[in-house]
């Protein structure tokens, strides 16, 4: 399957779940969607969620309506196909090194 459309990393961050932020916990959803005819994504819901509680599952169900896939010629069977198993991962921006201090 050939994706068109996918969440920038930004709006990745965007939807970093608050709580788990604040925590520094990272964290996964996976979620399981059908095919539009128009290429995008529907109907999707959480089937995991790694820690549970936190956000990840309904930040994923966000992330999916920014996707789009190809939905002609070979693809174009499995329009309303039910896929399974799309994982969403959600991590933290590296920390940055704190900054120099000046010596006399």
Not at 7 to 15: F, H, M, N, R, T
Not at 26 to 37: D, K, L, M, N, S
Not at 56 to 66: D, E, I, N, P, R
Not at 86 to 102: M, N
């Amino acid at each position: 399957m050939q994706i068109l459309k996918s969440p920038s990393p930004e709006v990745l961050a965007s939807l970093f779940p608050a709580t788990a932020r604040r925590a520094g916990i990272e964290g996964a959803a996976t979620v399981a969607c059908v095919i539009r005819r128009d290429g995008t994504l529907g109907d999707c819901e959480v089937v995991g969620e790694n820690p549970q509680g936190l956000g990840f599952g309904g930040a994923a169900l966000v992330a999916m309506t920014y996707y789009q896939v190809r939905v002609d010629g070979p693809n174009a069977v499995q329009v309303s196909r039910r896929l399974s198993g799309i994982t969403i991962r959600f991590a933290l921006p590296p920390k940055e090194p704190p900054a120099p201090t000046a010596t006399r």
